[in-house]
Each structure stands twice: as C-alpha cells, then as structure tokens.
C-alpha cells in the first residue's frame, strides 16, 4: 500500500508532478511550495539543468523571483520528488 502511494506521487512519463509540468520559471520560496524537492546525487526522480532562458523543455529550470509556473521548497526528508543537477541532458533519469 505505501509503496503504491510513492509510485503515484512519482514523476509521470509525461515530465508532471500532480499535474504540473516540471519545466519552466521556478521560484524557491520557505513554505506552501507546490513542490517538496531534495537534491540528490544518484537516483533522482528528475534531472534538472538551471537555464536562463527558454526553460521550455522537460528538467530546464529558470530560477526566478517572481511570478514562477511553479513553487519548491527544498527539504532534507520526505520530499515530493528528488532531483539530480546536471550540465547536460535533463530530463527524466
């Protein structure tokens, strides 16, 4: 039953969380994110390159200040999904 939970809060083939698409202008705010995001190093959900422009493509993330496609907080435990940086090929793992 748990293990079901997790698949169906997982990254979808379609690069969504719950609906939102996992591109775009990201802001990182300290709570009441859509997304709880962990940084990790191996077995992400979600490889993430930071772009400044045209982040219009699964993974490509643009950091800004205001008026974001989607909110993260990043947290240390229990996140929603968990992402991987890398310079090159973003995307699903």
């Known amino acids: ?54 982040p219009d493509d699964c993974g490509k993330w643009e950091f800004v200040e205001s008026f974001p496609d989607f909110t993260i907080e990043f947290v240390d435990s229990f996140p929603d999904i968990k992402i991987e940086y890398v310079l090159s090929f973003p995307g699903l793992p």
């Open 1 to 54: 039953m748990l293990f079901e939970l997790a698949l169906a809060d997982a990254v979808t083939d379609d690069c969504t969380f719950n609906s939102i698409p996992l591109y775009g202008e990201v802001e990182v705010v300290e709570s009441f994110a859509d997304i709880r995001v962990q940084v990790v190093t191996s077995f992400p959900d979600l490889k993430v390159k930071q772009v400044t422009s045209f």
